[in-house]
T-cell receptor, first 112, second 115 residues
Framework: GAGVSQSPSNKVTEKGKDVELRCDPI?????LYWYRQSLGQGLEFLIY????????KSGLPSDRFSAERTGGSVSTLTIQRTQQEDSAVYLC??????????FGEGSRLTVL | AQKITQTQPGMFVQEKEAVTLDCTYD???????LFWYKQPSSGEMIFLIY??????QNATEGRYSLNFQKARKSANLVISASQLGDSAMYFC????????????FGTGTRLQVFP
């Protein structure tokens, strides 16, 4: 498809389990972002990849969160030992170096 | 300190009227960009309009315009002739500097358009 693709669209997990969320950006987009949106809240920046530069991890809330981007394309956000406060929609976006972000539909994570 | 401030958690407007959604920002950079995104109840984020810090004219895109007041560090979104389909969350965002595409978002304003 032409847009940003995220999977899974919904994930329910038990507290303490690890989860992986995947983002497939628009082909050719050099920048990739992860944001978190809790219910009724704004977008919280998590991490940003730009080309081959070191990622900006300044928004990751704890060391349980990590992300990687393989081959400058697909990205995986991993949350270890999930907690209930991790429940949110995780949004991925990609862009060319122009500023306009194209967002995926998000992965809704529910931690029981 | 918050980089992007949206002080209106909710706004109401009657169909066909204009509405202004407020956004103020904080940066020491001379070069930056300001964005507005719309998020309907379906959840997708839709890009609306962009204003560069060096742009002399206020940005316009159809019924959307950005009232950019650089000295006051404000970038208010004006929606003219509101439609029922404009009901959504609206987020202001800022990109700082030359060498990053990182966007920081405000907390959003929920707009409700009534007939």
């Amino acid at each position: 498809g032409a847009g940003v693709s995220q999977s899974p669209s919904n994930k329910v997990t038990e507290k303490g389990k690890d989860v992986e969320l995947r983002c497939d950006p628009i082909s050719g987009h050099t920048a990739l972002y992860w944001y978190r949106q809790s219910l009724g809240q704004g977008l919280e920046f998590l991490i940003y990849f730009q080309g081959n530069s070191a990622p900006d991890k300044s928004g990751l809330p704890s060391d349980r969160f990590s992300a990687e981007r393989t081959g400058g394309s697909v990205s995986t956000l991993t949350i270890q030992r999930t907690q209930q406060e991790d429940s949110a929609v995780y949004l991925c976006a990609s862009s060319l170096f122009t500023g306009e972000l194209f967002f995926g539909e998000g992965s809704r994570l529910t931690v029981l | 300190a918050q980089k992007i401030t949206q002080t209106q958690p909710g706004m109401f407007v009657q169909e066909k009227e204009a509405v202004t959604l407020d956004c103020t920002y904080d940066t020491s950079d001379q070069s930056y960009g300001l964005f507005w995104y719309k998020q309907p109840s379906s959840g997708e984020m839709i890009f609306l309009i962009y204003q560069g810090s060096y742009d002399e004219q206020n940005a316009t895109e159809g019924r959307y315009s950005l009232n950019f007041q650089k000295a006051r560090k404000s970038a208010n979104l004006v929606i003219s002739a509101s439609q029922l389909g404009d009901s959504a969350m609206y987020f202001c965002a800022m990109r700082e500097g030359y060498n990053t595409d990182k966007l920081i978002f405000g907390t959003g304003t929920r707009l409700q358009v009534f007939p």
